[in-house]
């Protein structure tokens, strides 16, 4: 079935620093993509999403961009802040067979210190 | 309410005895999911209903597991005769239409069973 793995963490940065997290995806279709972000205490929320092959997706200064040639979706910000500091998932949309869910990574967690 | 209820936030068990879990959805949204967040692990996928359709069980794990939704709002997730590796954080989530560009997060269910 669909599959996605994202870089483990947890990640620590410093204020300012450049965020890289790497996310693939083993598809059979031609999914969305999406990043959920979870800030401590909060629920799930959706960050940014691409549709179809070579859109950017989004969002509070980050960006991700739909590589279908790579089967990824990496997450940037050039400049975290502390305010970043949260559980970051990468997902893609299955829609085989009638059926809509969301596969999910298993999260990376980013601490940004002052 | 504005957001997606979850309750309890916690529930302690002891092995062998059956929990139900409840989620209200914003209103008016036809899609329900339920997601179930292990320690160190993604989301997984358990159950999603969308209007009156036959909801998709497919994920759900074993049939001491269950859930139903009472006139396209309110859904209770029971786990009967619960286990220890049952314990984990219960996601709920709903979204007004089909995909997954609008879906809402609760805060979850953190299940502990002793």
């Known amino acids: 079935g669909d599959s996605v793995t994202q870089m483990e963490g947890p990640v620590t940065l410093s204020e300012e620093a450049f965020l890289t997290i790497n996310c693939t995806y083993t598809?059979?279709?031609?999914?969305?993509l999406f990043w959920y972000v979870q800030y401590p205490g909060e629920g799930l929320q959706l960050l940014l999403k691409?549709?179809?092959?070579?859109d950017k997706g989004s969002n509070k200064g980050f960006e991700a961009t739909y590589r279908k040639e790579t089967t990824s979706f990496h997450l940037e910000k050039g400049s975290v802040q502390v305010s970043d500091s949260a559980v970051y998932f990468c997902a893609l949309s299955e829609s085989e067979g009638g059926s809509e869910k969301l596969v999910f990574g298993k999260g990376t967690k980013l601490t940004v210190n002052p | 309410g504005a957001g997606v209820s979850q309750s309890p936030s916690n529930k302690v068990t002891e092995k062998g005895k059956d929990v139900e879990l409840r989620c209200d959805p914003i209103s008016g949204h036809t899609a329900l999911y339920w997601y179930r967040q292990s320690l160190g692990q993604g989301l997984e996928f358990l159950i999603y209903?969308?209007?009156?359709?036959?909801?998709?069980k497919s994920g759900l794990p074993s049939d001491r597991f269950s859930a139903e939704r009472t006139g396209g709002s309110v859904s209770t997730l029971t786990i009967q005769r619960t286990q220890q590796e049952d314990s984990a954080v219960y996601l709920c989530?709903?979204?007004?239409?089909?995909?997954?560009?609008?879906?809402?997060f609760g805060s979850g269910t953190q299940l502990s069973v002793l």
């Open positions: 691409a549709t179809k092959a070579d």
């Open positions: 209903f969308q209007g009156n359709s036959a909801p998709d």
């Open positions: 989530a709903s979204s007004p239409d089909r995909g997954h560009e609008k879906l809402f």
């Open positions: 598809a059979t279709g031609y999914p969305s």
